[in-house]
């Protein structure tokens, strides 16, 4: 498997369409999954170099780029789509660094605003943007907001990234089926789970998501732990791997070494059913609190709608979870080109599941993105 990254066309294109949201006179991206999305600016997994701030300075007239990094992460500010580039050390191996590495970067971000830009509109991002005596916040406006719905609506490179992370996620859940028996620790399984993904990706994954057995799946979510696998549990595998950047999520409920009971075949149904109710809703204007209330009525139809206790769903891209959230106050609507989940659940003494897929919306309909098996029985 190739993974492929953001193209340099694609983070032009977004870094345009930023710019024609803002009337100013210089933006600032200093968010890391945004560097990766206007820059191509991504550290690679694991690495020191992911450790430390860097900020994408751009001019939305002129359209000129500039990145500021520390000297370790050089090599990834080497690959990124800008015009230029301001390296700064920080650490050399042999002489102690003047500050920590993020007030150095806010120092060097200061000098560098102040030398070119004391008096600009500055577009930035709140949260992530540090609090500099160079900039006051009369000069600053908050571009999250625009950032976020553009990041809805997924570009054509996105699309390559997302579908490959969903193709080496899938390693993941097919070696959790064929490896799955008593007396494995969900800790193993982890470690059996995350050994197909990078195989697979051929390349390094960062792997978070669920693994809970036996009496945990009632905790809804939680990392492996030591406990071992016995004969009759019920194992929830909520999968989310990175790589490159992008997020899978996949969800699926395996039994180990047991055939379902009556109450697990009904719940196995509602579950399938539930997921199916949302999908055919799946299209551009949908709300995404409709979604939730189709997925929750068919849950309530086949009586575990009291142990539906979380969303229907979200966003999937760079985040996990991300915009539109499937849930029933939201006053969201579905766009062309968003990249979400379907997930219901039920979480029951004796009687726990949850399943999920990933769907792309299109002006036609809903594609499905992952094709695990989602069956209880292994």
Known sequence: M?????????????????????????????????LYYYAG???????????GPAYLLFEPNEGETTLLCHNFAEEAA????????????????????????????????????GSRYRSARI????????????????????????????????????????????????????????????GLSEIELFNLICAAVTEAAAAPAMLIGDIISGPRTLEISGGPTKRVLEQGDTVILDLSPMVAGYRADYTATLLVDTEPDQHQIDLEKGLHEALQAGRELLEPGTGAADVYRAVKACMDRHGFG???????????????????????????????????????????????????HVFLITESGAEQLTHHDTRFTV
């Open 2 to 34: 190739t993974i492929p990254a953001l193209t340099p066309q694609g983070c032009v294109d977004r870094r345009t369409h930023l710019a024609h949201t803002f009337d100013g006179d210089l933006i600032i991206i200093s968010n890391p999954r945004n």
């Open 41 to 51: 600016f991504l550290t690679p997994f694991p690495s020191l170099s992911q450790w």
């Open 78 to 113: 080497d690959k990124a789509y800008t015009d230029d580039l301001e390296i700064w050390g920080w650490y050399d191996g042999l002489k102690n660094p003047d500050q920590e590495i993020f007030s150095q970067g806010a120092r060097v971000l200061g000098e560098f605003i």
């Open 123 to 182: 577009g930035i991002e709140v949260g992530s943007f540090p609090l500099i005596p160079e900039v006051n916040s009369s000069q600053c406006t908050d571009l999250s907001p625009s950032i976020g719905r553009q990041r809805r609506a997924k570009y054509p490179d996105e699309l390559a990234c997302i579908r490959t992370v969903q193709e080496a996620a899938l390693a993941g859940h097919q070696a959790a089926r064929r490896e799955i028996r008593p």
């Open 306 to 356: 009291d142990s539906f206790s979380h969303h229907a769903g979200h966003g999937l891209g760079l985040g996990h979870p991300e915009a539109p959230f499937f849930v029933p106050e939201s006053d969201e609507e579905l766009v062309a080109g968003d990249v979400v989940t379907l997930e219901p659940g039920c979480y029951e003494p004796g009687c726990a599941g949850r399943i999920e």
